[in-house]
């Protein structure tokens, strides 16, 4: 059943680049829990202990909340096809916004994506397997085209709008400290 270990092996390295959707959860020491589904073509293993993946715009903004307050993200991943299988990362992250010297490297690892605001570099200290079991089936059709649909309606202005707006605090309150 359950595994653990100090590192992403090669075998779960290509299951994570072969994954649709994946998870964030996050904490602050009061408040909420966030879990975040994640798509796109927005996460890179880039090593055995580090991980990093792109966000966009989105309606909240708890994970850069969060990790302001306590440092510490669980990333998931379920098979929904083929073998049974559940994939958790652990660790801390690092949060690169767009004036940062470290952007465009690493946004570059991706398509690009209009209303991106920050790409978080997870240093990894326990990776976790479990079985999966109980995780139906289900088969994969596509990705969908509203966010992107969405970002172009609003354009840059509308986009830094609607961050100040929505991005600024968290569903608690907590400053996300997006500077936009």
Known sequence: MGQQYDEISDRLAAFIA???LFFVGTAARDGRVNVSPKGLDSLRV????????????????ETAAHLRDVNRITLMFCSFERQPLILRLYGTATEIQPDEP?????SGLFP?????RQVYDVAVDLVQTSCGYAVPFMEYSGERTLLTSWAEKKG???LLAYQREKNAVSIDGFPTGLRV
């Open 102 to 106: 470290e952007w465009e490297e690493l």
């Open 112 to 116: 690009p994506m209009l209303g991106a």
């Open 46 to 61: 880039l090593g055995p202990n580090r991980v990093v993946w792109l966000n966009g715009t989105g309606s909240g903004n």
């Open 18 to 20: 072969a994954q649709h």
């Open 156 to 158: 840059p202005d509308g």
